[in-house]
């Protein structure tokens, strides 16, 4: 009895850290706004089908992608075997489901099948887990040694990969002696070839290498789910809603700025802006802090696996600039969990000046540290940004980097009028010529009559 009951202390214990920090991460998705235009559609659906369950943009490197499949595909259906491990846990039996199916030599069967099969993955993930820590830390792929991947990202790469390989062989010391407690009676694939060692060991011996292997395959298992939302792992979770929300439009076209449209609209047609509303809020220009970005923008920022795909594909960061694509996402995640932790810690010395006096508990709303996502993420990298959407097309999850580098511009340049010299001198073009060439309209469309009275 004291079994059941240790497992079960284990198991609510492991839930109660993993809510908290779980609650902390969704609490800080919703310091952004609420995109009142994205509504759920078949293309969402399809795109959570293709892209998070199918792995589809994996594949356009397709070694890489055959290896995260044999993990990704071992972690899946691990989880059915899981299922029996907690009602065993629960209920202090062994193999429930084997002793339930006692009798039935198609239902054993099938349950043989399974388990072989989860073997069989394992081994792949085995051989997927090595491969990956060889491109880690013996090959040193260019955008695995990255200056952004320097301390906890890359540590967090290795736990996660060190964890595999502990998991997996807990599986097969569970599996493998206790085939041989039973005499082969199971008839598992993989632990059929491993039992044979364990010839000549006590049965005493075994149940408790049997235990270890059951024990450590758990509380792995419960340790990996209470680890994840401290890791880029988060996105084995945080895949499917962020593929699922992920903007629709096409690749390169930029969203408006409502308050820049509405003047667009009203010099085009004056009558308008006499029926438009008057608002007396001031309006903000651009992305200055995590409070400016959708709430699926920041979700983007926890769902980044840190692959690095999005800076091998950056021009920019190829030709030897700042920019990389998977740092701006990494920087919005850490600037999100500082203001969460700081709400959590209820700092009182970060409520703005102005509503100090009104409360005595530190809000999203009155929350001012004097910090903003500047500090994180320099103009030079922002101005590196050629916006040709090849972090977008590269990204296997659907983030967007891009469009948080271009709200983060547009706040440097409308609000804090930060903007080389070059892109002055093209603005005052456009606004004057309606085009960056410093040729009137009149020129312009001269010169197109004289090519096309030439040709």
């Not at 209920?91 to 039935?104: D, P, V, Y």
């Not at 690749?251 to 608002?279: L, R």
């Not at 659907?398 to 511009?409: A, H, Q």
């Not at 930060?418 to 010169?447: C, L, Q, V, Y």
Request: net charge negative; glycine share 4%.
């Amino acid at each position: 009895m004291i079994g059941p009951i240790l497992f079960a202390l284990v198991l609510l214990g492991t839930a109660a850290f993993s809510y908290k920090k779980y609650s902390f991460v969704i609490r800080n998705i919703q310091l952004g706004k609420v995109d009142e235009e994205a509504k759920p559609s078949p293309e969402r659906w399809r795109n959570t089908i293709m892209v998070a369950l199918g792995q589809q943009k994996m594949f356009k490197r397709p070694l890489a992608a055959f290896l995260h499949l044999c993990v990704y595909v071992a972690f899946l259906v691990t989880q059915i075997e899981l299922i029996e491990i907690v009602i065993d846990g629960l209920t202090g039996q062994h193999r429930l489901f084997w002793s339930w199916w006692e009798g039935s030599d198609f239902l054993r069967g099938f349950y043989t099948f399974l388990v072989s099969f989860i073997e069989v993955l394992s081994v792949m993930a085995l051989v997927a887990t090595f491969a990956f820590l060889s491109r880690r830390n013996l090959l040193k792929l260019p955008r695995f040694v990255k200056s952004e991947m320097n301390g906890w990202p890359k540590l967090d790469a290795n736990l996660i990969l060190f964890a595999e390989i502990i998991l997996v062989f807990c599986i097969f010391l569970m599996n493998s002696t206790d085939m041989a407690i039973h005499h082969n009676e199971y008839g598992f694939l993989i632990s059929s070839l491993i039992s044979p060692l364990w010839e000549g060991v006590s049965n005493e011996t075994l149940h408790i290498l049997e235990r270890i292997g059951w024990w450590g395959h758990i509380l792995m298992v419960f340790v990996f789910l209470g680890y994840l939302p401290y890791s880029k792992h988060l996105h084995i979770i945080f895949a499917f809603p962020n593929t699922f929300w992920a903007r629709l439009n096409k690749k390169g076209e930029m969203a408006n700025m409502k308050e820049v449209q509405e003047e667009v609209a009203s010099m085009m047609d004056p009558n308008a802006a006499f029926d438009a509303p008057v608002s007396e809020e001031i309006p903000k220009f651009g992305v200055s802090d995590v409070f400016d970005l959708k709430r699926q923008q920041i979700m983007s920022a926890y769902t980044c696996t840190e692959c690095g795909r999005c800076t091998s594909m950056c021009p920019a960061n190829l030709t030897g600039k700042k920019l990389s694509p998977r740092k701006i996402m990494m920087d919005v995640r850490d600037r999100a969990d500082e203001v969460g932790h700081n709400l959590d810690l209820n700092k009182t010395e970060f409520i703005n000046e102005e509503q100090k006096s009104e409360t005595s508990k530190l809000t999203a709303e009155n929350y001012d540290d004097g910090k903003t996502l500047f500090d994180y993420i320099s103009t030079e990298e922002l101005r590196a940004c050629t916006s040709c959407n090849a972090c977008v097309e590269a990204c296997p999850v659907l983030i967007n980097p891009l469009d948080i580098i271009v709200e983060l511009r547009r706040n440097l340049i409308l609000e804090q009028s930060d903007s080389p010299e070059e892109w002055n001198g093209m603005f005052n073009t456009i606004e004057n010529n309606g085009a960056p060439w410093a040729f009137s309209p009149d020129d312009r469309d001269k010169w197109a009559m004289e090519i096309n009275n030439a040709e």
